[in-house]
């Protein structure tokens, strides 16, 4: 009797987790997305707590309008997205590994599925994505580490700067790690930093190539040679590609 309840209720929880993984990998883009996003004191200075006091969310109206501009572009009408400013977090996620080995990113995924799910209250409602931002006061940090998101689970870490005058590329990092919980794959080499091309690049068919104009939002940067390229400064600088956009479902 008891095995009997024991099969059924494990065939109950492989149920939910393939139900949960199916709707994460198949996104209804004719619903409503809610992203919420949660503000963190990464480095424990004033300065940043002074900066994530005065979050608004009508700072993100932009990567909102981007989102439906370039949505439109693919679907013939614009996606609808919500962006929510949560309750600000004081235990940062889980680091990502120095060393990515298959078993350390397996390890690092169950931990920070873990710490989402510690985090996460009633009241914060359930969101399509949850984001975790981690501000660094620019003053004590020169570079930040690279930001990481998971489709299965729909969760992101993005490190970004506690300043104003970075708020613009914020923007685009926070877009990036989005996309990438919806199925974006990275266009960048990840030894080199480079876009990867064509895939990386947002107009690879342009003649000359270089300097190219935008960047491809995965391939991350915009591409000034075959061995050079620039950070955008915002997300006007950026566009979504086909691949990407078929990678997330808004083309066949």
Known sequence: MWKKIRVVILLFVLLVVGVNTWRDMNQNWNKAIIVLLHPINADGQTATEH??????????????????EQSKQFRGQPIQVYFQLGRELKNIPPKVPENPSLFNSILWSLKFRFYAWKQHENGDGAPAVTLYLNYYDPQNIQSLKHSTALEKGRIGSVNLFASKKQSESNKVVLVHELLHTFGAKDKYDLNTGQPIFPLGYAHPEQNPRYPQQYAEIMGGYIPLSATKSKTPDNLEDTMISDLTAQEIGWVK
């Open 51 to 68: 900066y994530i006091q005065q979050l608004s969310i009508d700072d993100l109206d932009e990567s909102k309008q981007y989102l439906m």
